[in-house]
């Protein structure tokens, strides 16, 4: 099982979170089950609600979780997950991340060490199956 996201979204989202940096990006991730694997189509940059709070707080703006469901419904598209960075720290989901997570989705985290797309050191994917066990890693795949 991997998640497969295209080289065109990808950069998307590592430009967005070296703009934020130092503070966390995040976003949505939209696209369809295709047998055991998640392919994205579209990225979707979200607001953070807590964007300039800490390193690692985040939570989608309401209106930008309508706004991806509404895009998903159109084309005919399913929320897969969600992507947040980790400005200076690891792409390993913080104990925060795993409280604030739902089961289905998958957990896309980028390391960042500074603004520009080349400072995204490291990105990694996360099934956080339960609050109380240790997150799967799953594989990213560039397409
Ligand atoms: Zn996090």
Redesign the pocket.
Same mark, same amino acid.
């Given at each position: 099982m991997a998640i497969i996201i295209p080289k065109t979204e990808l950069k998307i989202i590592k430009k967005h979170a070296a703009e934020i940096f130092p503070y966390e990006a995040c976003g949505g991730l939209l696209g369809r089950l295709e047998g055991a694997d998640k392919v994205i189509v579209k990225v979707y940059p979200a607001e953070n609600r807590f964007g300039k709070i800490a390193w *690692?707080s985040?939570e989608i703006e309401p209106k930008d979780m309508l706004e991806m469901d509404k895009i998903s419904r159109k084309e005919n598209l399913e929320i897969i997950g969600f992507y &947040?960075s &980790?400005p200076n720290h690891p792409a390993i989901?913080?104990s925060? *991340?795993i409280n604030a997570s739902w089961p289905y989705y998958s957990y896309v985290?980028l390391s960042v060490k500074g603004n520009g797309p080349e400072n995204v050191v490291d990105v990694k994917s996360y099934l956080m199956p339960d609050k109380n066990s240790a997150p799967v890693s799953e594989d990213v795949v560039i397409g």
């Open positions: *690692d985040f &947040h &980790h989901p913080s925060l *991340d985290i």
